[in-house]
Structures are given as C-alpha cells and as structure tokens.
C-alpha cells in the first residue's frame, strides 16, 4: 500500500544459479520511488571480509540512507572501496564475456550446492534447495537428536554437537528469528561457497551421520 517503503537486501543478485532469474524488487510495478536496494561487495566478489556494499534507489530515500550511514558504519576505508571500484570496471569490461567473474560465480555456486545436495540425499536429509547464495538449508529431524532446550535452542546445540562429535561445521538459524523461533529449530544451515575438496569432505561426513 501507500506509504510504505522498502530497504531490499539483494546481496546474492550475482549468484542466482544458471537457469535461474533475478527480479528486482525495485523493478516492481510502483516500486522504484518507494525502494532502496541494496548490494554487496563481499558476495558479489567473494570477499566477505571486505564490509563494503552500495545502494541504489530514488534520491530522496538515498540522502536519507546517506544521513544515517554516517553514524551506524564503523569502517569503510578507501583502500577497501577503490578495490571495489576496481572489480566493478573489471566486471562491466567483461559483461557477459566467459572470464567475467559474474559469469563463472554463478557456476561454482550451483556446483557446490550439487555436491552437498546429493550428500544429503543419499543420507536420508531433507534439505531446502536454494536458486542462489552460499547458503542452504538442512532439516536434522530424522537425525533423532534430543537436548534440553529451556535454556539454548536446538539448532544451537545440534550445530555444537555435529561439529564436536562430526567435525562438521553448520549455522544455526534461530539467531536470525526475534519471533517465532521453533519455525526454524531443526534446521541448519550449510555454506557451499567452499572449495571443492572442502566440499567432498563435508559431503563425506554428511552421507556417515546416520550410519
């Protein structure tokens, strides 16, 4: 309705899996004079160390999102954005070209959710497919682990337990949830963006957690 704007993080836009299609929200009928979107430098280059991002919208939203950047961003050095502006000249001088990053991401992404995807499968795990990100979901209820959760949720202690007992590293979801929490209890999340031995070690591990 009227009135209601819109800060859209679109951070994953360049790792939307081939066959796939990214609709921005701006693009939206209406949309565009109520939106800020916003992207990132970390995931669209695969520098999650470099906090850097941008964000692009109607000139009245920008200079107010300019107005609170100033006091809520802690570090945004200028060596870590002309690496940035680099990789962007780069990138728009090779668009669409076979060498361009954004053209292999894509690929290495959906490679890597391959990998982990079939290692839950063959273990009996029902995973939430993703069409992009680094990121995918592992339901662990058919693991039949049991805590005590008056005090940490079960997607903490399962993440605490698979690393300790499995060596195998997940994300709990419920630190994202402020409301609602038990939607997300039995699930854990798995990074692919990982080499590809990394993977085929974690997918060894995964495909031995109900034997």
Known sequence: SSGINAEYGEV?????????????????????????????????????????????????LITKAQAMHQTVVYSAPT???DVVAR?????????????????????????????????????????????SGYFMLLDTTPLDLEFDTSKVPYDVQCSKHLMEHHKLATIPLTPFFGLNKEL?????????????????AGAEIIRGLRK
């Open 12 to 60: 994953y836009e360049r790792c939307v899996f081939p066959g796939e299609e990214h609709v921005r929200i701006a693009t939206m009928p209406g949309a565009w004079d109520r939106t800020i979107t916003v992207g990132s430098a970390g995931k669209s280059f695969s520098m999650t160390g470099y906090k850097l991002g941008w964000a692009v919208g109607p000139e009245e």
């Open 79 to 81: 060596i870590i954005q």
């Open 87 to 131: 990789c962007i000249e780069r990138e728009l001088s090779l668009k669409g070209e076979e060498e361009a990053y954004f053209t292999q991401l894509p690929r290495w992404m959906q490679d890597g959710c391959g990998i982990l995807t079939e290692a839950c499968r063959e273990a009996g795990l029902p995973v939430v497919e993703p069409y």
């Open 184 to 200: 997300s209890e039995k699930y854990v999340r798995l990074c692919f963006a990982k080499s590809t031995a990394t993977l085929e």
